[in-house]
């Protein structure tokens, strides 16, 4: 059973890696843009970090130190790594981590545990991380 669980995400990985036909995304853009909205108060909801950082979810963040208000950047890498598996480099409409906080009557999922945090694409921090995601390299 292990096995087939592994060899799952790495074809998963692997057909990933061919959508994105090998295009990366930029760190600088997400540690100045997109991880900033992970600390956002959001009218009511919780901040991303809070469920995030203590959740075993496919996007799972680092805990803040005591008192930070920001991540370290060895922090912000590993956060990088962890929203990174759930983004098809360059196509933001087919990825995860776009979609599943995405109200469903704009495309998105069903069930979020944190709520809808993005009642439609033309939310300001939803066009942020898309158009960081379109402009991968």
Known sequence: MRHALVIAAILAAGAALAESGGKTLNFQVYRAKIEPIFLKKRLNHARCAACHTASASNFHLQPLDPGATAWTEAQSRMNFESVSHLVIPGNPDRSHFLLHPLAPEAG??????G?????????????TIAEWIRAAK
């Open 115 to 127: 709520g809808h945090q993005f009642e439609s694409k033309d939310d300001p921090d939803w066009q």
């Open 108 to 113: 998105g999922d069903d069930f979020h545990g």
